[in-house]
């Protein structure tokens, strides 16, 4: 049985595993963003695509169903390597059930944790983005939490 966090890299981390009984937006909300306060991750300003499936600017999160998420990809950046817009302690937890977002380190290492991994990135030393080919059934989760002190160390 694994144990939570493991520190996979500088910046990155698996603070859990996550499969869903239904696919169902507010329900898996609920239970990630319980995951992020049972690791004790605290929230990290505001925000939320107000398109996703579910989302919350004042838990600074959301849920992309297939369809969202296949609209943000045909229409942003998300494919592109990049660290998203915010303060500077700012952290994010992702959750995929299939293609799991990449993490490109400062050495120019690209990881991607295994789908169903709930990964938290300290957005201000990796950059992050979507896989270019995703699968049709793809759901998405993120929540801005701040950076906790045991991933600072891990720098």
Request: hydrophobic share 40%; charged share 20%.
């Amino acid at each position: 049985m694994k144990t939570y966090p493991q520190v996979i890299a500088p910046g990155v981390a698996i603070i859990g595993y996550y499969k869903p009984d239904i696919f169902h937006a507010s329900a898996i909300a609920q239970n990630l963003v319980g995951m992020t306060v049972i690791n004790g991750l605290e929230q990290s300003g505001s925000g939320a695509w107000d398109n996703a499936e579910w989302s919350s600017d004042l838990l600074a999160a959301e849920v992309r169903s297939p369809a969202n998420h296949a609209f943000v990809v045909a229409n942003g950046r998300s494919t592109e390597w990049h660290n998203d817009g915010g303060l500077p302690d700012m952290a994010m937890v992702v959750w995929s059930n299939r293609e799991q977002t990449e993490v490109r380190l400062k050495d120019g290492t690209i990881l991607r944790a295994d789908p169903g991994d709930v990964m938290l990135i300290n957005n201000s030393i990796v950059e992050h983005r979507t896989p270019p080919k995703l699968s049709e059934d793809r759901w998405f989760f993120r929540r801005y939490v701040k950076v906790p002190d045991w991933m600072q160390i891990a720098r």
